[in-house]
């Protein structure tokens, strides 16, 4: 692309914009620091460069270089709690519980905060269904799920099996996409779920009682953030550079 004072103002746009995005994800990042199983996400950029533009398109918005910003997961597992209610389940090691979304569609979640509705499902605190194909009977009087994800009930002396808690993983979690919260869903960066047993080979186990916490780190996000507002200050200096050129140029040639 031909260096023009047009492609210098719009290189250091785009930069500009590049780390506002990237300072919007930080940010999410940190409003999530106390969220149950949350995932912290990173900002990447892919650069394109126009060189053979449509001559409609010349001198228009698209003409020159940009970036595609989007996001990936920082797969890092957060600290388990200790919660002592038999619902609350943690998985120690790689998987993600599968949930019902309000469109019918599967989500997948590490938050395994779980509660008993009155139909009997295992819920997360937001409403959505746990999907493990089983009802905790409403006469239950006490519950315990184990490491391979059996969720067995006490109704009066005898303990019964009542469901098999299934899980799921992914070629590339970390290609997934947030949903909102904790809760993520599939994409074709992350490739379609892998449905298998807790406990079993390339499955975490379940422990019942603990509830994995936010896998944000504060300290990496705070300098995270500096480093993306020191970027925009360079690109917003440069821009004001740029300007301060053009001015000089016009007077100039005026």
């Given amino acids: 692309m031909p260096f023009t004072p047009h492609s210098v103002l ?3 746009s785009v930069g500009m ?3 506002q995005f990237e300072m919007d ?7 999530n620091l106390n969220t149950p199983g949350f995932i912290a996400s990173r900002a990447n950029f892919q650069e394109y460069l126009f060189d053979k533009v449509p001559a409609s398109l010349m001198n228009g918005p698209y003409r020159g270089s940009a970036v595609r910003p989007n996001t990936s997961l920082s797969y890092t597992l957060g600290p388990m ?16 519980f599968r949930v019902e979304m309000p469109d019918g569609t599967t989500g997948y979640t590490r938050n395994g905060s779980f509660q008993r509705d009155a139909e009997g499902n295992l819920v997360t605190a937001s409403g959505l269904r746990l999907i493990w194909g089983g009802k905790i009977p409403a ?4 519950v315990r799920v184990t490491a391979a994800g059996s969720v067995e009930v006490r109704v009066g002396t005898d303990w019964e099996n009542e469901g098999q808690i299934s899980m799921a993983t992914f070629e590339n979690s970390s290609g997934m996409i947030n949903a909102g919260g904790s809760t993520y869903t599939a994409d074709e960066s992350s490739g379609p779920p892998i449905i298998g047993t807790p406990n079993a080979e390339g499955f975490g186990a379940l422990v019942s009682g603990m509830v994995e916490q936010s896998g944000v780190s504060l300290q990496n996000e705070v300098a995270q953030m500096m480093l993306a507002q020191r970027a925009y200050s360079m690109s917003l200096r440069s821009l004001q550079t740029s300007d301060e050129m053009l001015t000089l140029a016009i007077r100039m040639r005026g």
């Fill in 17 to 19: 914009m590049a780390r």
């Fill in 10 to 12: 719009h290189t250091n």
């Fill in 139 to 142: 006469e239950a009087k006490d």
């Fill in 25 to 31: 994800v930080t940010a999410d990042n940190l409003a």
């Fill in 81 to 96: 709690v200790q919660s002592g209610s038999p619902t609350d389940l943690a998985i120690f090691g790689p998987g993600f």
